[in-house]
Nanobody, 117 residues
Framework: QVQLVESGGGLVQAGGSLRLSCAAS????????MEWYRQTPGKQREFVAR???????HYADSVKGRFTISRDNAKNTVYLQMDSLKPEDTAVYYC???????????WGPGTQVTVSS
């Protein structure tokens, strides 16, 4: 089992920045990539960014150039630096971790990000 806990969400004005953190604990050996997703009411969960165990990154087009994902393997933590925030970035943000051996993906409970116009 892997437990994920997100933090850092909140209310920010458009154009501002927030930094989300996600700490992993439990059976963390073998975590391959970690990701951020987001979801707004009535919509499907949307991929935001991914960072692999080797540090390779991938972003959704909607956040490319504004968001930066990073990973501290020593702290078992993944971050999402969000700059130039827009009202359409408002969502609950979820962290995930994929265990390579089992192929199982774990999800955190989410953290709310609200961007006011």
């Amino acid at each position: 089992q892997v437990q994920l806990v997100e933090s850092g969400g909140g209310l920010v004005q458009a154009g501002g920045s927030l930094r989300l953190s996600c700490a992993a604990s439990g059976s963390i050996l073998g975590i391959d990539y970690m990701e951020w997703y987001r979801q707004t009411p009535g919509k499907q969960r949307e991929f935001v960014a991914r960072v692999t165990s080797s540090g390779s990154t991938h972003y959704a087009d909607s956040v490319k150039g504004r968001f930066t994902i990073s990973r501290d393997n020593a702290k078992n933590t993944v971050y999402l630096q969000m700059d130039s925030l827009k009202p359409e970035d408002t969502a609950v943000y979820y962290c995930t971790a994929l265990i390579a051996i089992s192929g199982r993906k774990y999800w955190g409970p989410g953290t709310q990000v609200t961007v006011s116009s």
